[in-house]
C-alpha cells in the first residue's frame, strides 16, 4: 500500500484479555515505532525497531507489552492481560532512514477500548 | 536520546492572526533534525515542516516558518495568516536515531 496500515482501527476488548494490533510500514522503510496515545495526550513512545538492530523497548510500560517485527517488516504489538489504562491510541510509524532527515510517516492508530 | 518539551498544553488565536508555539529540546546528537507534526480530529499525523540541526537557515513552508535557535536548543513553529484548518494538536519532534515527540499544543482557532 502507499501508506502506513494499522488494524484494526478499533478494538474493544474484556479486562484480562489479550489483544494483537497490526502495523505494516511502507515498503522499505528500515524504521518502525509504536507509540500509545491516551485520550487528549501526547505520544508516549513504546518500541522502536531499525533494520536488524535489537529493538528500543525502553518505553514498554509493563511487561504485559511486547512487539515483533517479522522479517523486518509487519509489526504486531501484543498487549497481555489488558486492564483499563491500557485503553488509549495505539499509533505505527515507519520512516525510510532516521539517521537521514527523512519524514516518519504515521499509521491511522487503533483505538484500544478495555472495557 | 534526546528529550523534547513542549510547555503551552493550548493555545488560542483569532482566525488571520498570528501565533508561536513554542518547543525546546535536548539531545547528544551533534546531527540531528526537527519535526513539526500536525494531528487534526481525524487522529492522522501530517508532517508541517522539518528542520536540519547543520542549517543555519530558518525553515519555511507557505504560512508556517520555524524560528531554529541551535544554542538555545530552541524550535518554535510560527503560523501565520491562522485559518479555522489549522485548528489542531501541533507535536513538535526531534530524531537522530529514532523520533521523540513533545506532549503537543492544541491550538484553537477563534473565527
Known amino acids: 500500500g502507499a501508506g502506513v496500515s494499522q488494524s484494526p482501527s478499533n478494538k474493544v476488548t474484556e479486562k484480562g484479555k489479550d489483544v494483537e494490533l497490526r502495523c505494516d510500514p511502507i515498503?522499505?522503510?528500515?524504521?518502525l515505532y509504536w507509540y500509545r496515545q491516551s485520550l487528549g495526550q501526547g505520544l508516549e513512545f513504546l518500541i522502536y525497531?531499525?533494520?536488524?538492530?535489537?529493538?528500543?523497548k525502553s518505553g514498554l510500560p509493563s511487561d504485559r507489552f511486547s512487539a515483533e517485527r517479522t522479517g523486518g517488516s509487519v509489526s504486531t504489538l501484543t498487549i497481555q492481560r489488558t486492564q483499563q489504562e491500557d485503553s488509549a491510541v495505539y499509533l505505527c510509524?515507519?520512516?525510510?532512514?532516521?539517521?537521514?532527515?527523512?519524514?516518519?510517516?504515521f499509521g491511522q492508530g487503533t483505538r484500544l477500548t478495555v472495557v | 536520546a534526546q528529550t523534547v518539551t513542549q510547555s503551552q498544553p493550548e493555545m488560542s488565536v483569532q482566525e488571520a492572526e498570528t501565533v508561536t508555539l513554542s518547543c525546546t529540546y535536548d539531545t547528544s546528537e551533534s546531527d540531528y533534525y526537527l519535526f513539526w507534526y500536525k494531528q487534526p480530529p481525524s487522529r492522522q499525523m501530517i508532517l508541517v515542516i522539518r528542520?536540519?540541526?547543520?542549517?543555519?537557515q530558518n525553515a519555511t513552508e507557505n504560512r508556517f516558518s520555524v524560528n531554529f535557535q541551535k544554542a538555545a536548543k530552541s524550535f518554535s513553529l510560527k503560523i501565520s495568516d491562522s485559518q479555522l484548518g489549522d485548528a489542531a494538536m501541533y507535536f513538535c519532534?526531534?530524531?537522530?536515531?529514532?523520533?521523540?515527540f513533545g506532549k503537543g499544543t492544541h491550538l484553537i482557532i477563534q473565527p
Open positions: 510509524a515507519s520512516s525510510q532512514d532516521p539517521t537521514e532527515n527523512t519524514e516518519a510517516f
Open positions: 528542520q536540519e540541526a547543520y542549517k543555519q
Open positions: 515498503s522499505g522503510h528500515t524504521a
Open positions: 519532534a526531534c530524531g537522530a536515531d529514532g523520533l521523540t
Open positions: 525497531f531499525q533494520g536488524n538492530s535489537a529493538p528500543d
